[in-house]
């Protein structure tokens, strides 16, 4: 059984390194990709916080992903300036789609939880 507090932590330490791996891997993509969806590969990290942990660490890995952006991947880089009106504009897009992503993600998390518990209180789960 696992314990509350850690499984918490648990998942917001793998939403962190999930937002940070997903900016590196995106980084690695800029000769291809260049300036452009600077936010693309941190869905796949909020969508992995949000199935491991709910939606405190999935909203965690979206809120962490706008500095990384900023710092790492939108011109000027290595600045914490997010440029433009067309970068703001995919910020409030970015964080409208992560903050959605962590709701359903946090909604089936406990749904998960409450059938987990439903099948264990029911007769003959012992069996």
């Keep these: 059984m696992r314990i509350p507090s850690q499984s918490l932590v648990g998942g917001y330490l793998l939403a962190a390194a999930a937002a940070v791996l997903a900016v590196v891997v995106r980084r690695l993509l800029d000769p291809i990709l260049g300036d452009t969806l600077p936010y693309a590969t941190l869905f796949l990290a909020i969508l992995v916080a949000a199935w491991y942990g709910g939606f405190g660490p999935a909203a965690f890995a979206t809120v962490l992903g706008v500095p990384l952006v900023a710092r790492f991947l939108l011109p000027p880089r290595n600045s914490f300036d997010i440029g433009g009106p067309e970068h ?3 910020l409030v897009l970015y964080l409208l789609t992560g903050t959605a992503i ?5 909604l089936m998390h406990r749904s998960r939880e409450r059938a987990l518990a439903a099948a264990a209180a029911a007769p003959g789960a012992d069996a």
């Design 102 to 106: 962590a709701a359903l993600g946090g």
């Design 88 to 90: 703001e504009t995919g």
